[in-house]
């Protein structure tokens, strides 16, 4: 089955700390993979994705992600927290399943609350 | 914000209303998705528009009802609904491969959501 998993409910960081979310994921075929986040009463935006090419992926605000094939993992990694990192964030997976029909949706995972402490 | 807009961004209607959620996107894209979030559970996925043609719909209650007009604006319509539908609704677009292929990113772009609350 494809699905995306988010261990963590909770992370929690000093500011000025390196921080990780992680993200692991099953898929048939290559993945397609994504990181989004969402602040309070929004929607969610879009961070960074990896298709193919370079295992580590930089994105938005500073945050980066690294593609792990073996661990079919897929942490969101930033090194150095700010109090203003605090928000949701989802990581998901490209739906191979296909053709037509769901193939090209994104499974979401449960999101995971980043807390950034001063 | 992000090319996504939804209007209203809050809404607060009685079980036997009917009303409409709007949806437009200015980024060009040919694919237009329904999402609903609530509390403590995992995005879930509604309706999907592709060019237009609806080609998802996860078990979704008729009190919910999309519609389409067009690639930029996506609506969803609420009659009778339940206290148990307030939620976020987020509506989503991306750029898929059209029919005779071509690069297709899958990467969404989403709204700010409407929140919505059904007493």
């Known amino acids: 089955a494809q699905s995306v998993a988010q261990p963590e409910d909770q992370v929690n960081v000093a500011e000025g700390n390196p921080l990780t979310v992680k993200c692991t994921y099953s898929v048939s075929g290559n993945p397609y993979l994504f990181w989004y986040v969402q602040y309070p009463n929004r929607g969610l935006q879009f961070l960074l994705k990896y298709i193919t090419g370079d295992n580590l992926v930089k994105g938005s605000y500073g945050f980066e992600a690294e593609f792990n094939k073996s661990q079919t993992s897929f942490h969101l990694k930033k090194p150095s927290a700010l109090v203003s990192d605090s928000a949701l964030y989802f990581c998901?997976?490209?739906?191979?399943?296909?053709?037509?029909?769901?193939?090209?949706?994104?499974?979401f995972g449960k999101g995971t609350k980043l807390s950034v402490k001063p | 914000e992000t090319g996504v807009t939804q209007t209203p961004r809050h809404l607060v209607m009685g079980m036997t209303n009917k009303k409409s959620l709007k949806c437009e996107q200015h980024?060009?894209?040919?694919?237009m998705y329904w999402y609903k979030q609530s509390a403590k559970k995992p995005l879930e996925l509604m309706f999907v528009?592709?060019?237009?043609?609806?080609?998802e719909n996860n078990s979704v209650p008729s009190r919910f009802s999309p519609e389409c007009p067009n690639s930029s604006h996506l609506f969803l319509h609420l009659h009778t609904l339940q206290p148990e539908d307030s939620a976020l609704y987020l509506c989503a677009s991306s750029q898929r491969a059209g029919l005779a292929g071509g690069e297709s990113t899958d990467t969404q772009y989403f709204g700010p959501g409407t929140r919505l609350t059904v007493l």
């Open positions: 528009y592709n060019f237009k043609e609806q080609t």
């Open positions: 980024l060009g894209h040919n694919a």
């Open positions: 998901a997976v490209r739906d191979t399943r296909g053709p037509g029909g769901s193939q090209g949706n994104l499974i």
